[in-house]
């Protein structure tokens, strides 16, 4: 079966930088776009953008433009999404999903806080 | 950036119907938004219900479909269960990026 597993939860200061990763198995890691969402605390989903495993290319909602990267490695079926200048409303829990449709199949999702 | 629209909150008796809503500040909602619908619970990543307006997966309860209606997307949940009590997002993709919606809280009283 399709899996997604995070990594864990994260604690950084402003201004810092995050990477969270996202590991793949049960299917072809190039097949699918991988896209990243999160949610803060008691908010609703924020989507933040997508990367094609084939080729690498992105798309990032205009809101995080210039502070996110997202990249990948295929060999070891794995997708990372690097947020950059954090700030305190970053703090939240950040899925992957991925799948045929899209959004079929989803992580548990990677806790990061952003405290001084 | 687009704003999508929904209802914050919708209340439901047990075996009723209710019909939940997601619009566009763009304008109508049509089938080339590819509108999305999803089911959180608490402490739960989302799960998809419906795609592409009215497709269910495997996973779907057959009590949940998927429309266009006025001009919106729209998710309506007929013969509603105690365990449909969730907060449900909607969609929306504008030439490859994607807009959710706020959210509605759905309460099964």
């Known amino acids: 079966q399709v899996l997604l597993v995070r990594s864990g939860a994260e604690v950084k200061k402003p201004g810092a930088s995050v990477k969270v990763s996202c590991k793949a198995s049960g299917y072809t890691f190039t097949n699918y776009y991988m896209h990243w969402v999160r949610q803060a605390p008691g908010q609703g989903l924020e989507w933040m953008g997508w990367?094609?495993?084939?080729?690498?290319?992105?798309k990032y909602a205009q809101k995080f433009q210039g502070r996110v990267t997202m990249t990948r490695d295929t060999s070891i079926s794995t997708a990372y999404m690097e947020l950059s200048r954090l700030r305190s409303d970053d703090t939240a829990v950040y899925y992957c999903t991925t799948g045929g449709n899209y959004f079929d199949y989803w992580g548990q999702g990677t806790l990061v806080t952003v405290s001084s | 950036q687009a704003v999508v629209t929904q209802e914050p909150s919708l209340t439901v008796s047990p075996g009723g119907t209710v019909t939940l809503t997601c619009g566009s500040s763009?304008?109508?909602?049509?089938?080339?938004?590819?509108p999305y619908w999803f089911q959180q619970k608490p402490g739960q990543a989302p799960k998809t219900l419906i795609f592409?307006?009215?497709k269910k997966h495997s996973w779907t309860p057959a009590r949940f479909s998927g429309s266009l209606l006025g001009g919106k997307a729209a998710l309506t949940l007929s013969g509603a269960q105690p365990e449909d009590e969730a907060e449900f997002y909607c969609l929306l993709s504008y030439s490859g990026a994607r807009v959710f919606g706020g959210g509605t809280k759905v309460t099964v009283l």
């Open positions: 763009t304008g109508a909602v049509t089938s080339g938004h590819y």
């Open positions: 990367i094609n495993p084939t080729s690498g290319d992105t």
């Open positions: 592409d307006t009215s």
